[in-house]
């Protein structure tokens, strides 16, 4: 045999030697079946730029008291006549308590008369009873125009840079809710390797297979013996 012939034998046994301790020697690996996401729902918020009342013009009805002062006068017996009457009493006893006979009559009239008198000088120069001042709530419904803010126009930012712009009910603080989404925060995962399957959760994702130490599934700091 040649040398050439024996060089191309070594050759193979040696490339055949590397194949077999590399097949005995590399790492294991465990086909990932399935990968379900595990997942939570989560608000998606803006960063708000500016905020703007927007205001319409409307026609409403509203109550409106205030505090009247009202003059009112204490009640008099005999109304405004008091002094006339009085008077006319009061003297009429005084003038028959003067005289005899028909002079007592004569003075008795006399002195109503004058008693009368001075009681109408009294009612003219006194009016009615005495005058003193109440305060009372008024209240009366009114009808007026007036400015309603009816929502805000906000400039925001969302997570991308995009600067987009949107009407609120109500005045914003430093973000606005813009909807929600789904946040993946995990994986649960199913492997087979050499007819054994099993299942684990993990972190992320876990792609086409999974490598196997001792018998173990390497995930990271999770793992999952082969189950039969």
């Not at 730029?49 to 026609?59: G, N």
């Not at 008369?113 to 009294?122: D, M, Q, V």
Request: overall charge negative.
């Amino acid at each position: 045999m040649n040398k050439t012939v024996l060089g191309v034998l070594a050759g193979m046994l040696v490339g055949g030697g590397a194949i077999a301790a590399y097949q005995t020697f590399s790492t294991p690996y465990a086909e990932v079946v399935s990968a379900t996401p595990i997942t939570v729902r989560e608000p998606i918020y803006g960063d708000v730029i500016s905020s703007t009342a927007v205001t319409e013009l409307r026609t409403g009805k509203r109550e409106v008291c205030e505090e009247v002062a009202v003059e009112k006068r204490k009640p008099e017996r005999f109304g405004d006549k008091d002094g006339m009457v009085v008077g006319a009493v009061v003297g009429g006893l005084l003038g028959n308590q003067v005289g005899k006979g028909s002079g007592r009559k004569v003075a008795t009239v006399a002195g109503a008369a004058a008693g009368a008198y001075a009681g109408r000088e009294i009612d003219r120069r006194h009016e009615g009873g005495q005058k003193y001042t109440e305060y009372e709530t008024v209240c009366q419904t009114i009808t007026e125009p007036r400015e309603e803010v009816i929502g805000y126009d906000v400039q925001y930012r969302t997570e991308d840079g995009t600067v987009a712009t949107t009407r609120v009910e109500r005045k914003p603080g430093a973000q606005i809710e813009l909807g929600e989404r789904d946040r993946i925060v995990g994986y649960d995962v199913t492997w087979r390797y050499e007819g054994q399957t099993g299942n684990l959760r993990m972190d992320q994702d876990p792609g086409d297979r999974l490598p196997i130490k001792d018998g173990v599934i390497q995930v990271a700091s999770q793992s999952s013996p082969p189950q039969g």
